[in-house]
């Protein structure tokens, strides 16, 4: 079964910057996957925050646009999210998500939140 696990969440204050880690294990041909970085918060849906493909281009929610950094790293099968310039309202449980054709596998998350 395919792992994925998020790091690097925790407290930070507005204008701050983190950086999320995913490490994905048990997973073939990592490189394969298109890897996404998600966030909910508390009475939202899900939503995407930015993605990677198999080819490392990238896409952002205009949220994260020129604050967030999606890059990934196929011998380490690692994804990362530099988050800058944090905002209160980017304040959720942040998702790292790996896809390749009808196969989706989602990590358990980690907290992110931004103080005023």
């Known amino acids: 079964q395919v792992q994925l696990v998020e790091s690097g969440g925790g407290l930070v204050q507005a204008g701050g910057s983190l950086r999320l880690s995913c490490a994905a294990s048990?997973?073939?041909?990592?490189?394969?996957?298109?890897m996404g970085w998600y966030r909910q918060a508390p009475g939202k849906q899900r939503e995407l925050v930015a993605h990677?493909?198999?080819?490392?281009?990238?896409n952002y929610a205009d949220s994260g646009k020129g604050r967030f950094t999606i890059s990934r790293d196929n011998a380490q099968k690692m994804v990362y999210l530099q988050m800058n310039s944090l905002k209160p309202e980017d304040t959720a449980v942040y998702y790292c998500?790996?896809?390749?054709?009808?196969?989706?596998?989602w990590g358990q998350g980690t907290q992110v939140t931004v103080s005023s």
């Open positions: 048990r997973i073939f041909h990592f490189s394969i996957y298109a």
């Open positions: 990677i493909t198999s080819g490392g281009s990238t």
């Open positions: 998500a790996a896809s390749y054709d009808e196969y989706n596998y």
